[in-house]
């Protein structure tokens, strides 16, 4: 079965500083890879998504890889902000899973001031 | 557009009672499923929809029942709720477009004593 597995559940860096998070994922071969942002209390929310022909996908402070061949997708937040801590989850799509969407534990990444 | 709503926002039940959580959404997505967010479990699938009529069973789908009768509305049934139960329930919808990006309701907190 597929398994989904993000570096670490809690990461915590200062603000200013470039947080990179961690998605590895096994047993299937994703057309694309999603990121979503989850905040305490409320439902996640779609961040980006990269093809798997796409090395590098950037939308602002935010910067995503997908290495199709190491099957792991890197997540970068630059000039991380207080704003920026919640739980980031990735989400590897498409392929085999169709309709389905299976999701990775997540990270909770907090920026200190 | 509302997006996606979810009823009740909280419930309590006690073990062996029955309910339906209410899932509808406003913007023709044909994708719907539900999950259950558990700490340290991440989201998991129970139950998804590619289409009024059509449901299939994610990857908990044990005591869960779902139907689709119409695009917009997803309701997720509990027969006889456990304790196991207890959770965090989340809707979610895409169209069915390369973009993949799917959206969350608030989630409903469910407690089963």
């Known amino acids: 079965s597929q398994k989904i597995e993000q570096n670490s559940e809690a990461l915590n860096i200062q603000e200013g500083k470039t947080a990179t998070l961690t998605c590895n994922y096994t047993?299937?071969?994703?057309?694309?890879l999603q990121w979503y942002r989850q905040d305490p209390g409320r439902g996640p929310v779609f961040l980006l998504l990269?093809?798997?022909?796409?090395k590098e996908k950037r939308k602002e402070r935010l910067k995503v890889t997908f290495d199709t061949t190491l099957k792991q997708s890197l997540f970068h937040i630059t000039a991380s902000q207080p704003a920026d801590s919640a739980t980031y989850l990735c989400?590897?799509?498409?392929?085999?899973?169709?309709?389905?969407?299976?999701f990775g534990r997540g990270t909770q990444l907090t920026v200190w001031p | 557009n509302a997006g996606v709503t979810q009823t009740p926002k909280f419930q309590v039940l006690k073990t062996g009672q029955s309910m339906t959580l209410q899932c509808a959404q406003d913007?023709?997505?044909?994708?719907m499923s539900w999950y259950r967010q558990d700490p340290g479990m991440g989201l998991r699938l129970i139950h998804y929809?590619?289409?009024?009529?059509?449901?299939d069973q994610g990857e908990v789908p044990n005591g869960y029942n779902v139907s689709r009768s119409t695009t917009e509305d997803f309701p997720l049934r509990l027969l006889s709720a456990a304790p196991s139960q207890t959770s965090v329930y989340f809707c979610?919808?895409?169209?069915?477009?390369?973009?993949?990006?799917?959206?969350f309701g608030p989630g409903t907190r469910l407690t089963v004593t």
């Open positions: 979610a919808s895409r169209s069915t477009g390369t973009t993949y990006e799917q959206y």
């Open positions: 047993n299937y071969s994703p057309a694309y």
């Open positions: 990269i093809r798997e022909n796409e």
């Open positions: 989400a590897p799509t498409g392929g085999s899973t169709l309709g389905r969407l299976y």
């Open positions: 913007m023709n997505h044909e994708y």
């Open positions: 929809s590619v289409g009024a009529g059509i449901t």
